[in-house]
């Protein structure tokens, strides 16, 4: 049972472009919310998070925007750069309100292509 | 600041035999988590250590354990393997327990013949 879901497997956008990406999930009691952005041969890279008192959270060229109401959320990348080209995962996690173990649960991953 | 490293980079083994790998922090981190990552899929949470003790488990089976040592390091076994556990073991490491983002290293690819 997919908690995470990124339902599009890949997106390919011209650099200068805005990309979106999208997640859904499906339990309520997820209260914190992160972007990966990982490289072939390289581990995942913490990217940007939001926390469910907010719905949105902004750090350059990253947004991401929360929708709880949906169980949606979305990086916005603005402007595409190539070398934002990778594979980009959501998380999420119970971690605020629970406390102890900050499990996260990933989606599967949206490769996204930045087209020179 | 070291970031988190993994060992070893690849490994091969072949079905039925025990696996271990490693794990080190980035430098005053507490906490390490383990995950796996099965071909097209995400990280899936195995465990989390949390100042030696075991703090947390996902859907895995007794034969994956773990250890974490004063020095916040942390090794993943695992015992009687099978094809299915052929994947990317990822660790990650974190400061605070509970909500914090936690900075992974590059992975362990464990093929499973």
């Known amino acids: 049972d997919q908690q995470v879901k990124q339902n599009s497997p890949s997106l390919s956008v011209q650099e200068g472009r805005i990309s979106i990406l999208n997640c859904d999930y499906t339990n309520s009691m997820f209260d914190y919310f992160l972007w990966y952005k990982k490289y072939p041969a390289e581990g995942p890279t913490f990217l940007i998070s939001?926390?469910?008192?907010?719905d949105k959270n902004e750090d350059g060229r990253f947004t991401v925007f929360l929708n709880k109401s949906a169980k949606h959320l979305s990086l916005h990348i603005v402007p595409s750069q190539p070398g934002d080209s990778a594979v980009y995962f959501c998380?999420?996690?119970?971690?605020?309100?629970?406390?102890?173990?900050?499990?996260?649960?990933f989606g599967k991953g949206m490769k996204l292509t930045v087209n020179p | 600041e070291t970031g988190v490293t993994q060992s070893p980079t690849h490994l091969i083994k072949t079905r039925g035999q025990q696996v271990t790998l490693r794990c080190s922090s980035q430098s005053g981190h507490n906490t390490v988590s383990w995950y796996q990552q099965a071909l097209g899929q995400g990280p899936q949470f195995i465990f989390q250590y949390y100042r030696e003790e075991e703090n947390g488990r996902g859907n895995f089976p007794p034969r994956f354990s773990g250890l974490q040592f004063p020095n916040y390091s942390s090794e993943l076994n695992v015992n009687a393997l099978e094809l299915d556990d052929s994947a990317l073991y990822l660790c990650a490491s974190s400061l605070v327990v509970g909500g914090d983002e936690q900075f992974f290293g590059p992975g362990t690819r464990l093929t499973v013949l």
């Open positions: 939001i926390s469910s008192i907010k």
């Open positions: 998380a999420a996690s119970g971690g605020l309100t629970q406390g102890g173990s900050e499990k996260l649960v």
